[in-house]
């Protein structure tokens, strides 16, 4: 069997199964199962296949379980994130909200509330390495997950350019801590919402699912984020698809105002920067 004819040979499979982008799919798994990169397998279809192990990738691509935890890794803001079922995928349309915390005039610190992979803290630390970022999250599996990627990127604790972990739920253990930037991609999904399996039936519920009420974790940040900003500081969230006035209007009803609209690649809503209306001391 050729390079070409295992792609073609798993692509049938995966596409039998209902998985989106099958080619792009069986291109990757190929590749992965012979250890080189995809732009190789592309290039070297006539080749023999002598890799091993391709009905097993294949197997679990077909039950529906996400590439990038076949994989390992999944790319962000161009660079490979390792990622575990305990953390959520990195998702294309996040690295706006990097961009956007990132980018706010006179930041020196910067907290990533919720960080799973470490993908936005660690990226805001190697494009800014002046700021000094903080990344927490509830759960202790994903912080393990997002420290490996912050050593592996080269913001570990062994440099100065490094990220400080905590592990938090929400500001439970960041005391009285205030911060120029707060960023948070929050779980935004109701219970009852339908997914695709990929989704459902694999990655974190508690970085995905917020409750029945899909605002929960908005309404905890609206009433909790104020008293851990510094004067003239902002919360930077991500949205959902058709979230935006019910997000504005609860955080407008928790005394704040909507300072900046950020759309996606498909113009969707995706990002909010969101200020206090009335200073804290």
């Known amino acids: 069997m050729t390079v070409g004819e295992a792609v073609s040979w798993v692509e049938g499979r995966l596409a039998a199964a ?134 592996r990127l080269g913001a570990s604790a062994e440099s100065d350019g490094s990220v400080r972990f905590v592990l938090s739920d929400l500001y439970s253990n960041l005391a009285e801590e205030k911060f120029d930037v707060i960023v948070s991609n929050p779980p935004y999904i109701g219970t009852g919402e339908t997914l695709m399996p990929e989704v459902q039936d694999y990655e974190p519920h508690l970085a995905l699912f917020a409750g029945d009420d899909a605002f929960a974790f908005y309404r905890r940040l609206a009433e909790e984020s104020q008293d851990h900003l510094t004067l003239g500081g902002c919360l930077v969230v991500e949205i959902g698809d058709g979230m935006l006035h019910g997000v504005s209007t609860l955080f407008e009803e928790h005394g704040w105002h909507v300072d900046q609209v950020v759309g996606d690649l498909s113009g969707n809503a995706r990002v909010l920067v969101l200020k206090p209306l009335h200073v804290h001391g």
């Open 18 to 151: 209902g998985v989106d982008a099958p080619r792009l799919d069986a291109q990757m798994l190929v590749a992965h199962a012979l250890g080189v990169e995809r732009t190789w397998v592309l290039a070297h279809s006539a080749d023999e296949f002598v890799g091993e192990g391709l009905d097993v990738l294949c197997e679990r691509r077909e039950a529906r379980e996400p590439l990038a935890y076949i994989l390992g890794w999944r790319e962000f803001y161009g660079r490979r994130f390792v990622v575990t079922p305990d953390v959520l995928i990195p998702r294309q349309e996040t690295e706006h909200l990097v961009e956007v915390a990132g980018g706010q005039p006179n930041v020196g610190s910067l907290l990533d509330l919720g960080t799973g992979s470490g993908c936005i803290a660690v990226t805001v630390k190697l494009t800014r390495p002046e700021i000094a970022v903080t990344a927490s999250d509830a759960s202790a599996a994903a912080l393990d997950v997002a420290r490996a990627n912050a050593e």
